[in-house]
């Protein structure tokens, strides 16, 4: 595991906050903890893991996923962020079945919903419980490369 800290080498910071996430009423304590050890990181490219975020805003590591599914809900964070620092597989709000086809369209990625239907007569799935797999793909913003299969997850 990575011990990564804000870059030192980068000049003095500013340690001001805005008070602006101390005054958004939807955010509870360990959103606000996350923004600000977030502020405390200069680029994407040097964000910190998740054990880090947890262990710098005194939290565990569920606390700290919950805080970023909130920013990203409250379109506060970018999911891709989200992505970064928690992990396609690691999001607790996806069903086994939705992590399963984001595994397959990940390896795949020009699969059309033609082929995951087909494939579905193999697992046991029907079309339905696919579709269902695509729609809390498409709700938790992990469709957004794959804009064919966004479309049928209406």
């Given at each position: 595991?990575?011990?990564?800290?804000?870059?030192?080498?980068?000049?003095?910071?500013?340690?001001?906050?805005?008070?602006?996430?101390?005054?958004?009423?939807?955010?509870?304590?360990?959103?606000?903890?996350?923004?600000?050890?977030?502020?405390?990181?200069?680029?994407?490219?040097?964000?910190?893991?998740?054990?880090?975020?947890?262990?710098?805003?005194r939290m565990n590591p569920k606390q700290a996923t919950?805080?970023?599914?909130?920013?990203?809900?409250?379109?506060?964070?970018?999911?891709?962020?989200?992505?970064?620092?928690?992990?396609?597989?690691?999001?607790?709000?996806?069903?086994?079945?939705?992590?399963?086809?984001?595994?397959?369209?990940?390896?795949?990625?020009?699969?059309?919903?033609?082929?995951?239907?087909?494939?579905?007569?193999?697992?046991?799935?029907?079309?339905?419980?696919?579709?269902?797999?695509?729609?809390?793909?498409?709700?938790?913003?992990?469709?957004?490369?794959?804009?064919?299969?966004?479309?049928?997850?209406?």
């Open positions: 595991m990575s011990n990564q800290q804000p870059a030192a080498t980068e000049g003095p910071r500013n340690f001001m906050l805005s008070t602006e996430i101390f005054e958004h009423p939807n955010l509870d304590i360990y959103a606000q903890m996350v923004c600000i050890v977030l502020r405390a990181y200069s680029a994407e490219s040097n964000l910190p893991t998740l054990k880090d975020l947890a262990r710098q805003g919950r805080a970023l599914q909130s920013l990203v809900e409250l379109k506060i964070l970018p999911h891709k962020l989200f992505r970064q620092i928690v992990g396609d597989f690691s999001d607790d709000r996806l069903s086994w079945a939705a992590k399963g086809v984001l595994a397959y369209c990940k390896d795949h990625p020009q699969v059309g919903l033609k082929e995951l239907l087909e494939l579905s007569s193999q697992s046991g799935d029907d079309e339905h419980s696919i579709r269902k797999a695509l729609r809390e793909l498409k709700r938790y913003g992990y469709l957004e490369e794959f804009t064919e299969l966004r479309q049928y997850a209406n």
